[in-house]
């Protein structure tokens, strides 16, 4: 249901260069909308009082990106969802929970993620192979539909929990060398 909804209000927001594009670019911001509602980061905050926001940082360029600005206008389910951009070689502040890269990070992306492995923070990348390659969650198009990849063993390595509802409409991968 929040899925449909969160498409609805991204349509005819300013996008991309062709409609199909701009339709996978707000399926793919849908997508991770809907997993923020049902991914849980490590116990780090106390569990008594409203939860802390959860903060996206979107590091490079991607076209998915003025999309997931749109999401902090977008009501998440027992807290606010703060988005900021981050120039690509920038230090991680560490309250940011969920970290976007985009594919201008592609050629420079074992490198990126040993930084970004370090820290608690979940990733997520439409760049190809992207959880195969060591981030925590990407995209495959399947069939011409769009399709959610998660790279669970990372998922755990990062402290971070997936609901078994997003687990049963994504494909489970393991990063390319893992037995």
């Known amino acids: 249901m929040v899925f449909l909804v969160v498409l609805t209000l991204l349509a005819g927001r300013p996008g991309l260069a062709t409609a ?5 670019a707000k399926v793919k911001t849908a997508y991770i909308f809907h997993l923020l509602q049902f991914a849980r980061e490590p116990a ?7 939860a802390p926001p959860l903060r996206l940082a979107i590091l490079g360029d991607d ?3 003025p999309f997931l600005e749109q999401l902090a206008r977008e ?10 951009r981050l120039p690509e070689n920038a230090d991680l502040d560490p309250s940011i929970h969920v970290v976007f890269l985009g594919r201008s990070l592609d050629k420079r992306l074992p490198q990126v993620l040993s930084r970004l492995h370090e820290l608690p923070v979940l990733t997520i990348s439409d760049i190809p192979l992207f959880p195969q390659r060591g981030g925590s969650i990407g995209f495959v198009k399947d069939r011409g ?6 790279n669970l063993d990372r998922v755990k390595r990062q402290g971070w ?9 994504a494909r489970v991968v ?4 893992s037995p």
Do not use: C, N, Y
């Open 75 to 84: 009501p998440m389910t027992g807290r606010a969802l703060h988005i900021s």
């Open 145 to 150: 539909k769009v399709r959610l990849q998660i």
């Open 20 to 24: 199909e594009d701009s339709l996978e």
């Open 161 to 169: 929990h997936i609901h078994a509802k997003v687990l049963e409409v």
């Open 44 to 50: 780090t905050a106390p569990a008594e009082g409203p």
């Open 63 to 65: 076209p998915i990106a």
């Open 174 to 177: 393991t990063t390319e060398g």
